[in-house]
């Protein structure tokens, strides 16, 4: 890959960088596709911004528990929940 131009670095703590990984898509994507806007746009607005921020505390939580769904762990996610509606929704009319 390197020979290639790419670069692969190799992580000690692969976790971490998932979880990394899980925190943009489990908030920035929803949203993005929810206000059809940039990840510029959605950090630049306040409202928005403190949205994601709260789904992301709300996903770190989950991380805490060191577990993978926040049903098992009992950890409220009320605007993960909210996004995931909304997102459904979404899904639906772009269906229909």
Do not use: Y
Request: aromatic share 2%; proline share 4%; charged share 20%.
């Amino acid at each position: 890959m390197r020979s290639g131009g790419l670069k692969c670095p190799v992580e000690p703590d692969l976790r971490a960088d998932i979880w990394l990984k899980l925190l943009g898509n489990i908030s920035f994507n929803p949203i993005s596709a929810l206000a059809r806007a940039t990840m510029r746009q959605m950090c630049r607005h306040g409202g928005t911004r403190q949205v994601i921020e709260t789904m992301m505390t709300e996903t770190l939580a989950v991380a805490a528990a060191v577990v993978e769904l926040a049903e098992i762990t009992g950890v409220e996610v009320p605007t993960l929940r909210t996004v995931h509606a909304l997102s459904g929704l979404l899904a639906l009319r772009s269906a229909a």
